[in-house]
């Protein structure tokens, strides 16, 4: 998981998580079998500073979660 807060955007701009991950889902490749063979989807989730479609002027918070992901296992 990632995370990142913008801080000193207006309020009343239009804003939604569907924003965010249109952006991430152009890292996806047409091609996987070209580029990798990893395809992950990342999910982003808006904690704060977005109502309704909305800016609030707050800050705004926002995690990107990968759900394919493996833990590295790590030996002593």
Same mark, same amino acid.
């Given at each position: 998981?990632? @995370?990142?807060? $913008?801080?000193?955007?207006?309020? @009343?701009?239009?804003?939604?998580? #569907?924003?965010?991950?249109? %952006?991430?889902? +152009?890292? &996806?490749?047409? %091609?996987?079998?070209? $580029?990798?063979? +990893?395809? %992950?989807?990342?999910?982003?989730? $808006?904690?704060? @500073? &977005?109502?309704? #479609?909305?800016?609030? @002027?707050?800050? &705004?918070?926002?995690? $990107?979660?990968?759900? %394919?992901?493996?833990?590295? &296992?790590?030996?002593?």
């Amino acid at each position: 998981m990632v @995370g990142v807060v $913008v801080d000193g955007c207006p309020a @009343g701009l239009p804003l939604s998580e #569907g924003d965010f991950q249109m %952006e991430l889902d +152009r890292r &996806i490749p047409s %091609e996987p079998k070209i $580029v990798s063979a +990893r395809v %992950e989807k990342d999910y982003v989730k $808006v904690l704060s @500073g &977005i109502f309704n #479609g909305l800016t609030t @002027g707050a800050p &705004i918070a926002v995690v $990107v979660e990968n759900k %394919e992901q493996t833990p590295a &296992i790590t030996t002593p």
